[in-house]
């Protein structure tokens, strides 16, 4: 199985400024399968980045993916007030597929 | 518009049986794969299984192997997750979630889930 270890746990910041998250991977996967979602409380999770680095429909261009083998990261440029939330990776190259912790990005 | 609509949820005594239903509209349900991920109160997303398009693959994690079976009928555009000898471990969200295309493409809709929670 394929373990996600994202970084870090927990991500205090303001709004306007850049979030940096990291997904760590215990072996090699495919950047076509990997993929970030957005979750916030109450809510379902939202597909942000597919292919390791391709926004999904309708993601405003702040938020970035980038990374290849088993480092990869996601960006958000400039923090917008709604950015707040939980993010999570996930890995659908090998069954069973999986998904990192999560990452909690809360206003500092 | 896609729509997905978990539905069958509930109290269960530990070592029984549920059955969630997944309800799609909206798209060509026979083309895409789907997923089943839980997530249990205050915890990260778990995936839980997905199943082909045509439902001839399907695959599971390790902690619900030989437990749960995932299982559609495209002639009614609803997906299934059969949960049997369920443990309180199993409490959590369930959401059923469509792939963009082939079952290992990601999880681009989502419903909003069905709450089962497991007594002792």
């Known amino acids: 199985e394929i373990v996600l270890t994202q970084s870090p746990g927990t991500l205090s910041l303001s709004p306007g400024e850049r979030a940096t998250l990291s997904c760590r991977a215990s072996q090699s996967v495919s950047s076509n399968y990997l993929a970030w979602y957005q979750q916030k409380p109450g809510q379902a999770p939202r597909l942000l980045i597919h292919g390791a680095s391709s926004r999904a429909t309708g993601i405003p261009d702040r938020f970035s993916g980038s990374g290849s083998g088993t480092d990869f990261t996601l960006t958000i440029s400039r923090l917008e007030p709604e950015d707040f939330a939980v993010y999570y990776c996930h890995q659908s190259a090998t069954s069973p597929f999986t998904f990192g912790q999560g990452t909690n990005l809360e206003i500092k | 518009e896609v729509q997905l609509l978990e539905s069958g949820g509930g109290l269960v005594q530990s070592g029984g049986s549920l059955r969630l239903s997944c309800a799609a509209s909206?798209?060509?349900?026979?083309?895409?794969?789907m997923s089943w991920v839980r997530q249990a109160p205050g915890k990260g997303l778990e995936w839980v299984s997905v199943?082909?398009?045509?439902?001839?693959?399907?695959y599971y994690a390790g902690s619900v192997k030989g437990r749960f079976t995932i299982s559609r009928e495209n002639s009614k555009n609803t997906l299934y997750l059969q949960m049997n000898s369920l443990g309180a471990e199993d409490t959590a969200v369930y959401y059923c979630?469509?792939?963009?295309?082939?079952?290992?493409?990601?999880?681009?809709?989502w419903g909003q889930g069905t709450l089962v929670t497991v007594s002792a």
């Open positions: 909206g798209f060509t349900f026979r083309s895409y794969g």
């Open positions: 979630a469509r792939a963009s295309g082939s079952y290992r493409t990601p999880l681009d809709h």
């Open positions: 199943i082909s398009d045509g439902g001839g693959a399907a």
